[in-house]
């Protein structure tokens, strides 16, 4: 999630310095005590912040079914999220405490999920079962009902029908939240509680959703066990239905490929894009820039896996630049290498890589990515296509890239990193 709220933390988790002491200018509402840093960003929003506060708390109250709220907010306002974590010491987007709420001045969204942890940590309602903090983020979002704007709904939805949402039981037995999302990453925790707790608080009401919140056991709070609440929770989620658009944005978060490329009239690799092949040009045996750690082993070019540009260890090929072209290479990875590249210059690099999948990279940046894509210990085949200031690249017959880059000629290049690396059937196409 871009909201990386970090719920109710411990006061001893903050840094040594008071925030009070540095956001030192006050505003004041009915229910709030906001504060902010005097000549800053978050201070020019104060007033915007400050007539929607309390607006923010009625909504917070009517959805959880409370009709007071006797205590102040004291509401920490900054300019952006690096200055919350360097005045805070936490590494958070937002976060709460008691009666303190932590957040950027301009994150609507963000305000709202701490006031929600701020508001729930005054709960009356206690039992005997412990909660781990999926049910803090779930009960967050569940009030937010759109997260970035996507119905919390539709995510649960969507790892339902990928038999990828984890049993009430397993959730219940989580330790530990926060650590458990690091085990399960691309999975949004934060969302399938909200669609949790949205479908408790719209079928059961506040009051009962409170004390279930609070540890009292499903039956007791709800008349229902815990298989009860999970099979109504998923026939709800079986009648949402999941926009074409929606789906390629949750594949997307979930590592899968972007829609667009999907839907491309290139997505597979075919003929009509290589070209004529007596257009094509083999580099199997050119020469090799002179000092670049790579030499010819017959018909394959073995890259020693020494660096020489920053972390890779490159070979550029050929004797003079080239313009716009299509460039092919069969890439196999050797002892520790985790990624391998062909390029047309250093600002047009295809590159793929082991656990973190295959990018197109412009001017030492990555342009785009795809992160289902990811090397193996197995030769990979990759085309690069670079036209107008435009590259596309394809992997496995497959395209995983297509973004703007740097035009200018340039060496045709392979590269590896992290060891050696054989790269077979270099060959170019100019365009």
């Known amino acids: 999630m871009t909201m990386t709220a970090i719920g109710l933390v411990a006061a001893s988790l903050l840094s040594t310095t008071d925030p009070a002491s540095v956001l030192t200018g006050v505003e004041k509402t009915a229910h709030f005590e906001i504060r902010f840093r005097p000549d800053s960003r978050a201070e020019a929003s104060v007033d915007r912040v400050a007539s929607l506060v309390e607006g923010d708390l009625e909504h917070i109250l009517k959805e959880l079914d409370l009709h007071e709220f006797k205590y102040t907010i004291r509401l920490f306002l900054y300019d952006d999220v690096a200055e919350l974590q360097k005045i805070t010491g936490v590494p958070s987007g937002g976060h709460s405490t008691t009666l303190e709420s932590h957040v950027p001045h301009d994150n609507d969204q963000t305000r709202v999920h701490e006031l929600v942890h701020v508001v729930a940590e005054k709960f009356t309602e206690h039992g005997p079962e412990p909660r781990n903090l999926f049910f803090a983020e779930g009960l967050a979002n569940a009030v937010l009902r759109f997260v970035s704007g996507v119905p919390v709904d539709a995510v649960a939805a969507f790892y339902l029908k990928r038999g990828e949402l984890p049993t009430l039981a397993e959730i219940h037995a989580i330790p530990n939240f926060y650590a458990w999302l690091g085990q399960h990453p691309g999975f949004n925790g934060y969302d399938v509680g909200g669609s949790y707790f949205r479908f408790l608080l719209d079928t059961y009401g506040a009051a009962k959703t409170r004390k279930y919140y609070g540890g009292v056991p499903a039956r007791q709070a709800f008349g229902v066990d815990l298989a009860s609440l999970e099979k109504g929770w998923h026939a709800r989620l079986g009648k949402v239905a999941l926009r074409p658009g929606l789906q390629d944005l949750l594949e997307e978060r979930a590592g899968g490929r972007p829609g667009a490329l999907k839907r491309s009239p290139e997505a597979t690799l075919d003929d009509a894009i290589l070209g004529p092949a007596s257009e094509w040009k083999s580099l199997d045996g050119a020469p090799i820039a002179t000092g670049d750690p790579a030499k010819w082993d017959g018909a394959a070019l073995v ?93 496995d017959g497959k395209l995983v890239a297509d973004a703007d880059v740097d035009g200018s000629p340039a060496m045709i290049g392979v590269g590896c990193t992290g060891g050696k690396a054989r790269i077979r059937r270099i060959a170019f196409r100019p365009l």
């Open 303 to 395: 890259l020693s896996g020494e660096k020489n540009e920053g972390d890779w260890c490159f070979a550029r090929l050929g004797a003079k630049p080239v313009g716009d072209a299509i460039v092919r290479c069969e890439a196999e990875p050797l002892d520790s290498c985790y990624g391998v590249q062909i390029q047309i210059g250093t600002n047009c690099q295809a590159m793929v890589l082991r656990g973190q999948g295959a990018f197109l990279y412009c001017e030492s940046r990555a342009v785009a990515h795809d992160p289902a894509t990811s090397l193996s210990i197995k030769p990979v085949d990759i085309v690069l296509r670079r036209r107008k200031g435009h590259a596309t690249v394809w992997v």
